[in-house]
């Protein structure tokens, strides 16, 4: 099947289980696929935009009413869409970095994270991991003391990654953010692998700002997220032009500056709307979610000289093994090398590992069936055994 001469269909998911960490959460529902053709078109929800001519005004598709939903659904006084997680990042850097100004972020920080201070021309301090590869509360003070003593004030900012995506470990949010509020720093909460995959509540966790990916875990198309700020923090980052030009003298109403104006337009933001109930419905069952997750987790570790890198018991779905004294052996005298594991995978319908890993790689079991996770489960071992590997 085509799309048209050069561009074939993509055919994955509908063929396949796949387990690539970063794709299994955005997967769209058939409410937000209607939705993409319906509203495909680009300016497409401005058919119904009337005064104040802003897009969180929108009544018709029920825009409004979502921000409302989304807002009180994180926990948070105000929310608003960015196109991905990264633009939120961006949005909150740019209102409160400003050049040479330190910013604290968690060392398994996506590079996004950094390159948004970077843009600020804002300079980075890293909380570093545990050896159990966590970021605690007791560094964040550390490494607020030392930010102090090297630039003589409190970092402007500070990000925490609820679910890091390097390990798919759970950090203690609530007590980082608890020291980072002792010295007036705002908290950037990073949900970019729990907002639309479990519960997550702003408030709770005394955070500042929720951030969400649309396309990476709230079944949306790309570039689509969520930006939520408590009510106080709400004022600074989603505040309203000034801007007046000079020979006109024209004014642009309460348009958001950090976000120009208007942010997801057309398939982006009606897909979002359109999978929201299902994402609500959803994150109450995550723990279905990792009862799968264990069955392929525990059948990789009765493979001989498989290590899980992540936290276990796990708390999250995706995951980090290390097979070099298991696969990897294989790879070494196998004719494919370590072409073998995903090619014998991608036989039994398996997709989203990295072809030629062998030693360290990630999987990400989220939405799943009972019946699929044993599968895989299943197949990993069968290649573990046709291989000549031990399983205990
Ligand atoms: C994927 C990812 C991002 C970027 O998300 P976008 O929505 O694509 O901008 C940021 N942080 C982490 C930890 C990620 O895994």
């Given at each position: 099947?085509k799309?048209?001469d050069n561009?074939?269909a993509?055919?994955v998911?509908?063929?396949?289980?796949n387990?690539?960490?970063?794709?299994?959460?955005?997967r769209?529902?058939p409410e937000?696929?209607?939705?993409m053709?319906?509203?495909?078109?680009g300016y497409?929800?401005?058919d119904?935009?009337?005064k104040?001519?802003r897009?969180?005004y929108?009544?018709?598709?029920p825009?409004k009413?979502f921000h409302?939903?989304l807002?009180?659904?994180l926990?948070?006084a105000?929310?608003r869409?960015?196109?991905?997680a990264?633009?939120?990042?961006q949005?909150?850097a740019g209102?409160?970095v400003?050049k040479?100004?330190?910013?604290?972020?968690?060392?398994?920080?996506?590079y996004?994270?950094?390159?948004?201070?970077?843009?600020?021309?804002?300079?980075v301090?890293?909380?570093p991991?545990?050896?159990?590869?966590?970021?605690?509360a007791?560094n964040?003070?550390d490494?607020?003391?030392d930010v102090i003593r090297?630039?003589?004030?409190?970092?402007?900012?500070?990000?925490?990654d609820?679910v890091?995506?390097q390990?798919?470990n759970m950090?203690?949010?609530k007590g980082v953010?608890k020291?980072a509020?002792?010295?007036d720093v705002p908290?950037?909460?990073?949900?970019?692998?729990t907002v639309?995959i479990?519960?997550?509540?702003?408030?709770d966790?005394g955070?500042?700002f929720?951030?969400g990916?649309g396309?990476?875990?709230?079944?949306?198309?790309?570039?689509?997220?969520?930006?939520?700020?408590?009510?106080?923090?709400a004022?600074?980052?989603f505040?309203?032009t000034?801007?007046?030009?000079d020979?006109?003298?024209?004014t642009?109403?309460i348009k958001?500056?950090g976000i120009l104006?208007?942010s997801?337009?057309?398939a982006?933001?009606?897909?979002?709307l359109?999978?929201f109930?299902t994402v609500k419905?959803r994150?109450?069952?995550?723990?279905?979610?990792l009862?799968?997750?264990?069955?392929?987790v525990?059948a990789?570790?009765?493979i001989?000289g498989t290590?899980?890198?992540s936290?276990?018991?796990?708390?999250?779905t995706?995951?980090r093994?290390?097979t070099?004294d298991?696969?990897?052996?294989?790879?070494q005298?196998?004719?494919?090398?370590?072409?073998?594991?995903?090619?014998?995978?991608?036989?039994?319908g398996?997709?989203g590992?990295i072809?030629g890993a062998?030693k360290?790689w990630?999987f990400?079991?989220?939405?799943m069936?009972?019946?699929q996770?044993?599968?895989v489960?299943?197949t990993y071992?069968?290649i573990?055994?046709t291989?000549?590997?031990t399983?205990?």
């Amino acid at each position: 099947m085509k799309c048209c001469d050069n561009i074939d269909a993509r055919m994955v998911d509908e063929t396949s289980i796949n387990i690539d960490p970063i794709q299994v959460g955005g997967r769209l529902t058939p409410e937000a696929m209607k939705a993409m053709i319906s509203w495909g078109d680009g300016y497409s929800v401005c058919d119904n935009c009337r005064k104040p001519f802003r897009l969180d005004y929108i009544q018709n598709p029920p825009l409004k009413e979502f921000h409302a939903d989304l807002a009180e659904w994180l926990g948070m006084a105000q929310a608003r869409t960015v196109p991905g997680a990264r633009r939120a990042f961006q949005q909150v850097a740019g209102t409160y970095v400003e050049k040479g100004d330190p910013v604290l972020i968690g060392a398994l920080a996506h590079y996004t994270s950094y390159l948004s201070v970077e843009l600020q021309k804002g300079v980075v301090r890293e909380i570093p991991k545990t050896k159990d590869n966590l970021i605690t509360a007791e560094n964040t003070a550390d490494r607020i003391e030392d930010v102090i003593r090297e630039f003589g004030t409190a970092p402007k900012l500070l990000y925490i990654d609820h679910v890091d995506y390097q390990f798919g470990n759970m950090h203690d949010v609530k007590g980082v953010a608890k020291v980072a509020h002792q010295y007036d720093v705002p908290v950037l909460y990073n949900g970019v692998y729990t907002v639309g995959i479990m519960p997550v509540n702003g408030k709770d966790l005394g955070v500042d700002f929720v951030i969400g990916s649309g396309h990476k875990s709230m079944a949306a198309p790309a570039p689509s997220g969520v930006l939520a700020a408590t009510g106080e923090r709400a004022e600074e980052v989603f505040r309203t032009t000034k801007m007046q030009g000079d020979l006109s003298g024209r004014t642009f109403g309460i348009k958001e500056v950090g976000i120009l104006g208007c942010s997801l337009m057309g398939a982006p933001i009606v897909g979002l709307l359109a999978s929201f109930p299902t994402v609500k419905e959803r994150v109450k069952h995550f723990d279905e979610e990792l009862a799968n997750s264990k069955i392929i987790v525990d059948a990789l570790r009765s493979i001989e000289g498989t290590k899980i890198l992540s936290e276990y018991p796990r708390k999250h779905t995706l995951t980090r093994v290390d097979t070099t004294d298991s696969f990897d052996v294989v790879a070494q005298t196998h004719k494919k090398r370590g072409f073998f594991l995903s090619s014998a995978l991608g036989k039994k319908g398996i997709r989203g590992i990295i072809p030629g890993a062998t030693k360290i790689w990630k999987f990400n079991t989220y939405g799943m069936t009972r019946k699929q996770a044993e599968y895989v489960a299943d197949t990993y071992l069968e290649i573990a055994e046709t291989n000549g590997m031990t399983i205990s």
